[in-house]
Nanobody, 114 residues
Framework: QVQLVESGGGLVQPGGSLRLSCAAS????????MGWYRQAPGKQRELLSS????????NYVDSVKGRFTISRDNAKNMVSLQMNSLKPEDSAVYYC???????WGQGTQVTVSS
């Protein structure tokens, strides 16, 4: 069964941190480059960061570079996103997936507000 379960979101003040986690089914995770996406209200879903199968290559969009760190645990089929120095514009629903997604999880809401 194809499954993606994101967790770790919440309400945080500007400048704060959150760590998102994603548990993926083996059929999705195994051998795949994984990514974190986000979608804010009224905006398109965007790819923020990706990590290759063994974590050798990691990429970030400019808006999160230096603040977010992606990682993966292949033994647990999990991918994480450490988010530091959060800004109000980071508020969105965050999703994990491969770079060629067919189905999506429910996402996890991140709200950055004072």
């Amino acid at each position: 069964q194809v499954q993606l379960v994101e967790s770790g979101g919440g309400l945080v003040q500007p400048g704060g941190s959150l760590r998102l986690s994603c548990a993926a089914s083996l059929s999705i995770f195994s051998g795949s480059t994984m990514g974190w996406y986000r979608q804010a209200p009224g905006k398109q879903r965007e790819l923020l960061s990706s990590i290759t199968r063994y974590g050798v290559a990691r990429n970030y969009v400019d808006s999160v570079k230096g603040r977010f760190t992606i990682s993966r645990d292949n033994a647990k089929n999990m991918v994480s996103l450490q988010m530091n120095s959060l800004k109000p514009e980071d508020s969105a629903v965050y999703y994990c997936n491969t770079l060629n997604p067919n189905t999506w999880g429910q996402g996890t809401q991140v709200t950055v507000s004072s």
